[in-house]
């Protein structure tokens, strides 16, 4: 896919063994389905790439690292099922990282926000830069954080997940969610971040692939059920969508983006 810096884009280079998959959009980095589509194909593919040895995941521009959801897109949703189809983009990339046999390492420069956090939290190894705060923002629009929520628990365990789930509007700092093991490392430049990236994707490129895939199956364990629990989140999602208070909360939110 080109980059349409105007609707948005996914793109996807291999060199020396390092495929790097960027995605990028307008609105702070959020999602439509058919960037989240194209998202999770292009980690299958990776995954599957002969010469791919380690992926990086990255988005574009200064600010936001993933805002999470497409609001035009939740606002437009008529249909459970249109809901479920909706949410099932995220589920689709989740499950997309971790089948992935290679190691997935995350550049995250700028803020998470719900499904972004879900992002960070599927990928095997996430280096941030101090001002990538974090936010599961869902429970205040009248969801929640479903479809994410098992990768979350995976990687920070209930408590603090369920501290993100039910304070929906506060922001934990870089340094919070590091210490919670979502970032492995924190960093308080994007020159260091990022040449903390090209260290570990080098180094990872002249590892063993066999090692590093029964590696992965380790790291994943016990998480075999996840298309069919990520399936059920997703619908339970595409129901909450429809209803009068998120509608209203959705309204409210974009109405105050716009002023």
């Not at 420069?109 to 960070?120: E, L, S, T």
């Not at 098992?150 to 590091?178: E, H, Y």
Request: a neutral charge; glycine letters at 8%; aromatic letters at 8%.
């Amino acid at each position: 896919m080109a980059k349409d810096l105007i609707n948005g884009y996914v793109t996807s280079e291999t060199h020396n063994g390092i495929t790097t998959i960027e995605f990028f959009h307008p609105q702070s980095n959020s999602l439509p389905h058919r960037l989240l589509t194209a998202l999770a194909n292009e980690i299958h593919t990776a995954g599957i790439d002969r010469e791919t040895k380690v992926v990086v995941v990255r988005s574009a521009g200064e600010k936001a690292f993933c805002a999470g959801a497409s609001f035009d897109e939740l606002t437009a949703i008529e249909t459970k099922e249109k809901g479920y189809d909706f949410f099932s983009g995220f589920a689709e990339v989740i499950n997309a990282m971790r089948k992935c046999p290679k190691l997935t390492i995350g550049r995250i420069h700028g803020k998470c926000v719900g499904g972004g956090v879900g992002i960070a939290a599927a990928l095997d190894y996430a280096i941030a830069v101090e001002g990538a705060e974090i936010k599961l923002s869902e429970l205040a629009i009248g969801i929640g954080p479903f479809v994410v929520g098992p990768a979350v628990q995976r990687k920070i365990g209930m408590s603090a997940f369920s501290q993100l789930a039910i304070d929906a509007t506060m922001w934990r700092n870089a340094d919070w969610a590091r210490r919670k093991g979502l970032f492995a490392e924190c960093h308080p430049t994007i020159e260091s971040m990022d040449e903390s990236v090209r260290r570990l994707s080098h180094q990872l490129a002249h590892s063993s692939p066999e090692a590093m895939s029964e590696l992965k199956k380790i790291f994943w364990q016990d998480t075999e059920d996840w298309d069919a629990l990520l399936t059920k989140r997703a619908e339970i999602s595409g129901r909450l969508v429809l209803s009068h208070f998120t509608r209203e909360a959705i309204a409210k939110f974009k109405a105050k983006a716009t002023t």
